[in-house]
């Protein structure tokens, strides 16, 4: 379920470089316009391909994902599978008959898509500007936090539009995930109740795990 989970998603043992020991200021000034952007929008809407290929470089396959983001809140689409997170906690819907639910705490190894989206890196992350021009940059991301479940994370970065356009993350077996946003609206208006959850909504047999 990405592999879901894993976005949760491999969305990856840090390799230890001497150069990871900070936070470049250059990557910095570009992160933190994301971020802001990101802060001040009242509902994002974003639409994601996801394809991975394991360590031996033999394609996985793609996924489609639709993500709607509000504050700590975000509700993930993957055809009939889902992910709500409703601020404190992370009901995971297989897409068939089970839903397993967990603290938001409980994520805090894995990449999820609200953090690859934030553009909050400081706290859980050393980065490096690896290039730029007018219009895009490059940038590594290393988790501080040596237990995460990925080694290294690649922003490409819109800086016209300070938007996240496409990600690569390295996991600890050495398998990828690219992740392409496809399109992103900072304007959408999304109802508080989207993300609540609703029992009701799912089958009736459906059995929830916590």
């Given at each position: 379920?990405?592999?879901?989970?894993?976005?949760?998603?491999?969305?990856?043992?840090?390799?230890?470089?001497?150069?990871?020991?900070?936070?470049?200021?250059?990557?910095?000034?570009?992160?933190?316009?994301?971020?802001?952007?990101?802060?001040?929008?009242?509902?994002?809407?974003?639409?994601?391909?996801?394809?991975?290929?394991?360590?031996?470089?033999?394609?996985?396959?793609?996924?489609?994902?639709?993500?709607?983001?509000?504050?700590?809140?975000?509700l993930l689409l993957?055809?009939?599978?889902?992910?709500?997170?409703?601020?404190?906690?992370?009901?995971?819907?297989?897409?068939?008959?089970?839903?397993?639910?967990?603290?938001?705490?409980?994520?805090?190894?894995?990449?999820?898509?609200q953090k690859l989206?934030?553009?909050?890196?400081?706290?859980?992350?050393?980065?490096?500007?690896?290039?730029?021009?007018?219009?895009?940059?490059?940038?590594?991301?290393?988790?501080?936090?040596?237990?995460?479940?990925?080694?290294?994370?690649?922003?490409?970065?819109?800086?016209?539009?300070?938007?996240?356009?496409?990600?690569?993350?390295?996991?600890?077996?050495?398998?990828?995930?690219?992740?392409?946003?496809?399109?992103?609206?900072?304007?959408?208006?999304?109802?508080?109740?989207?993300?609540?959850?609703?029992?009701?909504?799912?089958?009736?047999?459906?059995?929830?795990?916590?």
């Amino acid at each position: 379920m990405l592999q879901l989970r894993y976005l949760f998603i491999l969305l990856i043992a840090i390799i230890s470089f001497p150069a990871l020991a900070q936070k470049d200021p250059q990557a910095k000034v570009i992160l933190d316009q994301l971020g802001q952007k990101v802060k001040q929008s009242k509902g994002i809407l974003v639409n994601i391909q996801l394809s991975t290929k394991n360590n031996k470089g033999k394609f996985m396959g793609v996924k489609s994902i639709n993500l709607k983001m509000k504050g700590e809140k975000y509700l993930l689409l993957e055809g009939k599978m889902e992910i709500l997170c409703d601020g404190s906690s992370i009901y995971n819907f297989d897409g068939v008959n089970s839903i397993s639910k967990s603290a938001m705490g409980e994520s805090d190894q894995t990449l999820s898509p609200q953090k690859l989206l934030s553009g909050s890196y400081d706290k859980d992350f050393n980065f490096s500007l690896l290039s730029q021009n007018a219009n895009k940059a490059t940038i590594e991301l290393y988790p501080i936090d040596k237990r995460k479940s990925f080694q290294k994370v690649t922003l490409i970065i819109d800086k016209l539009k300070s938007a996240l356009s496409n990600a690569s993350i390295l996991d600890k077996s050495n398998n990828t995930t690219d992740v392409k946003v496809l399109s992103i609206s900072y304007t959408a208006q999304l109802a508080d109740n989207l993300f609540i959850f609703n029992r009701a909504k799912y089958p009736k047999n459906v059995e929830i795990f916590d």
